[in-house]
């Protein structure tokens, strides 16, 4: 069997994600079918499957990675360009991640599963926490500061997914830099 490179394995990676990200945005959760992801995808289960033991995986690593995203836009160009990329996000996107929170409280196999990711990420995340720190005001312990920002953030992603006239987004985040921000 020839070996592939790492960078065939990334590429390949990618072309998954982004075949089920259009494949769970086009037909919501439920309607995403190992047959539906084949065909948006371009590869057979096997192919996909050989990267993902899931799709209930595949869409927790699709889930993740846009977490990660935008804290990474946040670290890198500020809590603005974070309601930017979620306003450019495809609000069917957002839908079906906003599905999935069902699936956590009515699912425990999904939730299990959610919660063992989140374990394996937990040095990432404490990681990620620090590197944070220097944008948030002393007195505010940071993880407090990660769940405020998550209530704004999933708040316009709700918005945005409603069809929502969206709030004018200079405004929001002058009022997240005034509560958040060192002074």
């Not at 790492?6 to 079918?33: P, V």
């Not at 927790?60 to 990660?68: C, D, G, V, W």
């Not at 209530?151 to 004018?168: I, K, S, Y």
Request: glycine letters at 4%; hydrophobic letters at 40%; aromatic letters at 6%.
């Amino acid at each position: 069997m020839p070996k592939v490179s790492k960078e065939h394995k990334e590429r390949r990676r990618e072309q998954i994600l982004d075949g089920a990200r259009r494949c769970f945005a086009r037909h919501g959760y439920e309607g995403a079918t190992v047959a539906r992801l084949e065909h948006e995808i371009g590869l057979s289960r096997g192919a996909i499957f050989n990267y993902f033991p899931s799709k209930d995986a595949l869409f927790i690593e699709l889930a993740l990675e846009m977490s990660k995203r935008l804290t990474d836009v946040w670290l890198h160009d500020g809590f603005r360009a974070v309601l930017d990329a979620i306003v450019r996000e495809d609000p069917d996107w957002l839908a079906v991640q906003l599905e999935a929170t069902r699936r956590i409280r009515t699912d425990a196999e999904f939730r299990q599963l959610i919660e063992r990711r989140e374990e394996e990420l937990k040095d990432v995340r404490a990681e990620r926490l620090e590197q944070v720190r220097p944008k948030v005001r002393e007195d505010v312990p940071v993880e407090d500061a990660a769940v405020f920002l998550s209530f704004v953030a999933n708040g316009l992603a709700l918005r945005h997914t409603m069809g929502d006239p969206l709030p004018d987004l200079d405004v929001i985040a002058q009022l997240v830099d005034e509560g958040v921000a060192p002074r």
